[in-house]
């Protein structure tokens, strides 16, 4: 059955740790995609990767990063860096950055 | 600069009620568009994609959405709504990856 996993689905963290969230996919899709949804806000891009070993900087990736050492893996870490960590964040793929991106369910994460 | 406008927030229907969220670009160049549906707490689907040919474009669940160069609108239509269609919708546009999200509109369906 393919798709895109995120795990866990809710995850709660203390402020000042750094905590990673997990994306898998089995599409075989080379681009992978991290953003973040904030209420009334759309999502807005974080890192994407449309390769093995590289990846770009979306528009608000301050605070976070990424790696990308399997095709079917691309874990975001959300760092104490960043201000204002609690959000939902989307996992997406894609066959290339010229197709339509998939998502995955999502991980709310939780910081207080 | 690029840029994806949903004006409406949130709109209701009636059940079996015509729908059309409105979706507007800003680009040099067409771009690739797309509208994907939210349910609440979940990850985003594909409705529907542009990218180039008939301005006219069918999707799952009975929703067609009209590229309008002149208008740079991408609206979504869809001719009788139901009850689950309730959630909320995304139109994105762009290029080479870089997508542009609208900030979205609520549906809401009375009965």
């Known amino acids: 059955d393919g798709g895109i996993t995120q795990s866990p689905k809710y995850l709660f963290r203390k402020e000042g740790q750094n905590v990673t969230l997990s994306c898998e996919q089995n599409?075989?899709?080379?681009?992978m995609y991290w953003y973040r949804q904030d209420p009334g806000q759309g999502l807005r891009l974080i890192y994407y990767?449309?390769?093995?070993?590289?990846?770009q900087k979306g528009d608000i990736a301050e605070g976070y990063s990424v790696s990308r050492e399997k095709k079917e893996s691309f874990p975001l870490t959300v760092t104490s860096a960043q201000k204002n960590p609690t959000a939902f964040y989307l996992c997406?793929?894609?066959?290339?950055?010229?197709?339509?991106?998939?998502f995955g369910p999502g991980t709310r994460l939780t910081v207080t | 600069a690029q840029s994806v406008t949903q004006p409406d927030i949130h709109i209701t229907v009636s059940e079996g009620a015509s729908l059309e969220l409105r979706c507007n670009y800003s680009?040099?160049?067409?771009?690739?568009l797309f509208w994907y549906v939210q349910s609440p707490g979940q990850g985003l689907q594909l409705l529907l994609k542009?990218?180039?040919?008939?301005?006219l474009v069918q999707g799952i669940k009975g929703f067609e959405a009209e590229f309008k160069r002149s208008q740079s609108s991408f609206n979504l239509r869809k001719p009788s709504v139901h009850w689950s269609d309730a959630a909320e919708y995304f139109c994105?546009?762009?290029?080479?990856?870089?997508?542009?999200f609208g900030k979205g509109t609520k549906l809401s369906v009375k009965p």
């Open positions: 997406a793929s894609a066959m290339n950055l010229d197709y339509e991106q998939y």
């Open positions: 599409l075989n899709h080379d681009a």
């Open positions: 990767s449309q390769i093995v070993n590289d990846f």
């Open positions: 680009y040099g160049a067409t771009p690739y």
């Open positions: 542009y990218f180039s040919g008939d301005t």
């Open positions: 994105a546009g762009g290029s080479q990856g870089n997508l542009i």
